[in-house]
């Protein structure tokens, strides 16, 4: 692991300057309902609870990175989204000096807020994190056969754009792993609800979810009591955030992952979680590739 940090730097840095509320260039504190103009409208102010039982998860996720660095080394490696759930795993990965990778992917299609964390995680950390991008080629072949946002058209046509964006360079990023590390939560969705802490992947690999037992609230206690380094997006309404094309606010009581290529009817998956993504079709039920293109806010200019 390079760069390691101690205990005692990360304190230090808990109490740093990083502690201001991160604004977003896209405007400031949302006006969603919930949110507070006088600056409490921020993730961390709306979200972050110390709840019931919530020590015990802490350990119990420290215990599974643990255990994951003893069985596999230099095997084990976290796929980071740079989401917030991931940062957490970042920041314990490098509190508790654990010998484990990091690698992201960059679809090319990726917030600049989002890749910005990169840069953020070494000079907070001292960690290096490897980025896997698609094979230009392949990309250039695929927007030129489809156009640059083939998404909207159909689901198959967006599960063909993640091919090529996520799953090939993934494949790689995994490539001679024993082990990969994810920011997977039962709450984040149905599909997501029997996530386990640790998991084959079917792919010969060990799949590892340190904060499957983890409330929304204790993501955000966690990055409130560390001063752990997060995406601004998420002050947008955005808690889960993808490719830019295929991300949007959410609405108070969408579902979590409602902002995620919200134009189909599907289980909103990619296909990087294969283990957890949507069930079969039966024959005969309705098509998903009969998607409907985004729409618009008439009001605000943003995705409805």
Not at 145 to 169: H, I, Q, T, W
Request: a negative charge; hydrophobic letters at 40%; proline letters at 7%.
């Amino acid at each position: 692991m390079s760069g390691d940090v101690s205990s005692l730097d990360l304190a230090s840095r808990d109490r740093s300057t990083d502690a201001s509320p991160e604004v977003s260039p896209l405007g400031g504190v949302s006006a969603l309902p919930g949110a507070d103009a006088g600056g409490h409208g921020s993730a961390i102010g709306l979200y972050a609870r110390a709840t019931p039982g919530f020590d015990e998860r802490l350990a119990r996720t420290v215990e599974v990175l643990k255990q994951a660095a003893a069985d596999f080394g230099p095997g084990a490696l976290q796929s980071t989204s740079l989401g917030v759930e991931d940062m957490v795993i970042t920041d314990l990965i490098a509190r508790h000096g654990l010998p484990i990778a990091l690698a992201t992917l960059d679809t090319g299609k990726l917030h600049a807020e989002t890749l910005a964390l990169v840069p953020r995680i070494k000079a907070r950390y001292g960690l290096d994190v490897e980025v896997f991008a698609p094979v230009a080629e392949q990309v250039v072949h695929f927007v030129r056969a489809n156009g640059e946002e083939p998404m909207y058209r159909s689901v198959e046509l967006r599960k063909a754009c993640c091919a090529v964006r996520k799953l090939e360079p993934l494949a790689r990023m995994l490539a001679g792993r024993g082990a990969w590390i994810t920011g997977l939560r039962r709450e984040q969705s149905a599909n997501r609800a029997d996530v386990p802490l640790r998991e084959d992947d079917g792919q010969g690999r060990t799949k590892i979810n340190p904060l499957a037992e983890w409330s929304w609230a204790d993501v955000w206690h966690y990055v409130q009591q560390h001063v752990v380094p997060y995406n601004p997006l998420h002050d947008q309404f955005m808690p889960s955030i993808g490719c830019a094309p295929c991300t949007r606010a959410i609405a108070v009581g969408e579902d979590f992952r409602a902002g995620r290529w919200w134009w189909e009817q599907s289980a909103k998956e990619c296909g990087l979680h294969a283990t957890h993504a949507e069930p079969r079709v039966e024959p005969g039920a309705e098509s998903e590739s009969q998607a409907s293109p985004p729409t618009f806010n008439a009001q605000s200019g943003a995705p409805a």
